[in-house]
């Protein structure tokens, strides 16, 4: 499946943004959707992610600010910011699991600063 995140920009501290992940097909059957971030200089680290049934997982530094859900009659993943830190700043990429592969979309640059 081809996966394209969009809704990145540049926010103050406080702040909210959200992005999206489009599928190019039904997100029916993908058993797994999530979003990883990489700061500069930083290793890659898992956001958030959300099951077919609809059971989320977050990383400790986002719970009670970010929202991962996914709308399968449009094909697409949101995550919902809130309460932007600039530590948050970092490239967003999403992906998308069945048990025979994985699948990337590009990043979305997210920038928090005053």
């Known amino acids: 499946v081809q996966l394209q995140a969009s809704g990145g920009g540049l926010v103050q501290p406080g702040g909210s943004l959200t992005l999206s992940c489009v599928a190019s097909?039904?997100?029916?059957?993908?058993?797994?959707m999530g979003w990883y971030r990489q700061a500069p200089g930083k290793q890659r680290e898992l956001v958030a992610s959300?099951?077919?049934?609809?059971?989320?997982n977050y990383a400790d530094y986002v719970k009670g600010r970010f929202t991962i859900s996914r709308d399968v009659a449009e094909n697409t993943m949101y995550l919902q910011m809130n309460s932007l830190k600039p530590e948050d700043t970092a490239l967003y990429s999403c992906?998308?699991?069945?048990?025979?592969?994985?699948?990337w979309g590009q990043g979305t640059q997210v920038t928090v600063s005053s």
């Open positions: 097909r039904s997100i029916f059957s993908i058993a797994i």
């Open positions: 959300v099951t077919s049934s609809g059971a989320t």
């Open positions: 992906y998308g699991q069945t048990p025979l592969r994985t699948d």
